[in-house]
């Protein structure tokens, strides 16, 4: 099948790569002419595991092409896939700008029917009105099929998660156009959860909103955990044992961050809101991660009167491990914070390693920790968990390790003269 994919950003990428190696003939296109010359170069301007192998691959079986030329990608193709960005504003509504780009250039290039597939996360109801804006803009409906297929990759696990999704979430107008979304995917092993174009849209808010749910009732568990001297992993051991509730998502730390948790909860609470609906769990959800980082800076107040001119060394800057995205990262969040309080930061980080404004980013793990008063671990990369942690004690001034993602065993780090400061841990 040929296959447009519209906009190269981490789901575009993602997306056309595999449909490449699955078979399909993709081009994916991008108004960044920069970027399109680094893709076409088979350089990937993100770090995503097993992607750049993938792209290199599909490229020299000539499945996979890069360009800027959207108004050809769109004649050539019968398939497109919208899969540009839909930045949030601070109320949670969306800016459709991309979107609204990509469906006039499309309303002025379809001659021949197009099957038109949103991935972009979208509130509910935009897909209808994307319908309405093509039919305004004189293309009969009998021309193109709309359908809605939200992704559910994870940052650092987007090939994996797009191989082997859970499931397919499909919404459609008609249930005819189900026909080519089988033969998309046709190699892949996944039930189908078919729905209406708002219900797709509604699953991937519904999704993403439970798991920071998830997230923020360990969060303010171990709050409670903490005060009656209880070791939060054991509960959320427990917890994960029980079938109904499942393992995931249920790490208690820092908080969530990254480009989808944040921006779609607060995006679910506006689209209730604009249908005079009061969503009390979203709320909260979100004020126990805002506030998430304030309980670890108050604990780490008990040992100094003030922070002003301390050394804290940060380790990870990434929202999360095996990526590179620092947006809305927790790390960042909890430097901010410290700065205020006039710390001085150095931080390390295995991916990140810009220069970040007011903090020196070190590139040697250990060269990061020299003359530290505190540690703090701010994202569970595996390297961290393996230091030599004689060495790091010997290079610091100070001797508190702050573990804000629960991957350090207190009893363990103890014997090496730290202190070590978490929340509800043992
Ligand atoms: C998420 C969804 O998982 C994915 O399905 C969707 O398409 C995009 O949003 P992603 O943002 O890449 O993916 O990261 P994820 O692994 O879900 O983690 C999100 C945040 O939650 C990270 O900051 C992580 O550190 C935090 N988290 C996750 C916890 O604090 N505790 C947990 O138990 C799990």
């Known amino acids: 099948m040929k296959i447009c994919v519209i906009g190269t950003g981490y789901v575009g990428l993602t997306t056309g790569t595999v449909l490449a190696d699955l078979g399909h003939e993709v081009y994916c296109v991008d108004?960044?002419?920069?970027?399109?010359?680094?893709?076409?170069?088979?350089?990937?301007?993100?770090?995503?595991?097993?992607?750049?192998?993938?792209?290199?691959?599909?490229?020299?079986?000539?499945?996979?092409?890069?360009?800027?030329?959207?108004?050809?990608?769109?004649?050539?193709?019968?398939?497109?896939?919208?899969?540009?960005?839909?930045?949030?504003?601070?109320?949670?509504?969306?800016?459709?700008?991309?979107?609204?780009?990509?469906?006039?250039?499309?309303?002025?290039?379809?001659?021949?029917?197009?099957?038109?597939?949103?991935?972009?996360?979208?509130?509910?109801?935009?897909?209808?009105?994307?319908?309405?804006?093509?039919?305004?803009?004189?293309?009969?409906?009998?021309?193109f099929d709309l359908i809605s297929n939200p992704e559910f990759l994870r940052e650092g696990n987007a090939v994996y998660d797009m191989f082997h999704p859970d499931r397919i979430v499909v919404g459609v107008k008609r249930k005819e156009s189900m026909k080519i979304v089988e033969e998309l995917y046709e190699k892949l092993d996944a039930p189908y959860i078919i729905t209406s174009l708002t219900g797709a849209e509604m699953i991937k808010y519904a999704s993403n909103a439970f798991l920071a749910t998830k997230i923020s009732f360990i969060n303010e568990l171990s709050r409670i955990c903490d005060a009656y001297n209880v070791e939060i992993t054991d509960i959320a051991n427990a917890l994960g044992q029980d079938k109904r509730i499942a393992p995931y998502f249920l790490q208690a730390g820092l908080g969530f961050g990254g480009s989808c948790f944040p921006k779609d909860v607060r995006?679910?609470?506006?689209?209730?809101?604009?249908?005079?609906i009061v969503p009390e769990i979203l709320t909260a959800v979100q004020h126990v991660n805002d506030t998430q980082v304030d309980v670890y800076i108050e604990k780490l107040m008990t040992h100094f009167t003030k922070l002003e001119g301390k050394k804290i060394t940060v380790w990870g800057l990434a929202f999360k491990p095996e990526t590179?995205?620092?947006?809305?990262?927790?790390?960042?969040?909890?430097?901010?914070?410290?700065?205020?309080?006039?710390?001085?930061?150095?931080?390390?980080?295995?991916?990140?390693?810009?220069?970040?404004?007011?903090?020196?980013?070190?590139?040697?793990?250990?060269?990061?920790?020299?003359?530290?008063?505190?540690?703090?671990?701010?994202?569970?990369?595996?390297?961290?968990?393996?230091?030599?942690?004689?060495?790091?004690?010997?290079?610091?001034?100070?001797?508190?390790?702050?573990?804000?993602?629960?991957?350090?065993?207190?009893?363990?780090?103890?014997?090496?003269?730290?202190?070590?400061?978490?929340?509800?841990?043992?």
Not at 106 to 127: F, M, Q
Not at 267 to 276: F, G, T
Not at 380 to 396: G, S, Y
Request: charged share 30%; with cysteine.
């Open 31 to 143: 108004k960044d002419k920069l970027k399109i010359e680094t893709l076409a170069r088979g350089e990937v301007p993100i770090y995503e595991p097993g992607l750049s192998e993938l792209i290199v691959r599909n490229k020299d079986r000539e499945l996979l092409h890069f360009t800027t030329d959207i108004r050809r990608a769109i004649q050539k193709c019968p398939v497109i896939f919208i899969t540009v960005g839909t930045p949030a504003n601070e109320d949670g509504s969306q800016d459709l700008t991309a979107i609204n780009e990509v469906i006039k250039t499309l309303a002025e290039e379809i001659t021949s029917h197009k099957t038109i597939i949103t991935k972009s996360t979208v509130l509910p109801g935009t897909n209808e009105k994307i319908i309405e804006t093509l039919i305004d803009k004189g293309i009969d409906s009998s021309m």
């Open 267 to 276: 995006a679910l609470e506006y689209a209730a809101k604009q249908k005079n």
């Open 324 to 426: 590179d995205d620092t947006r809305e990262s927790r790390a960042l969040v909890l430097i901010k914070k410290l700065l205020v309080k006039g710390a001085h930061i150095q931080a390390y980080d295995p991916i990140v390693q810009l220069p970040q404004k007011s903090i020196t980013v070190h590139h040697d793990i250990y060269e990061s920790i020299r003359g530290a008063d505190v540690l703090i671990i701010a994202t569970e990369w595996n390297q961290f968990k393996t230091v030599d942690w004689k060495k790091v004690k010997d290079l610091m001034k100070g001797d508190i390790l702050v573990d804000g993602r629960n991957i350090i065993d207190p009893k363990r780090i103890e014997s090496y003269q730290f202190q070590y400061i978490g929340v509800a841990r043992q």
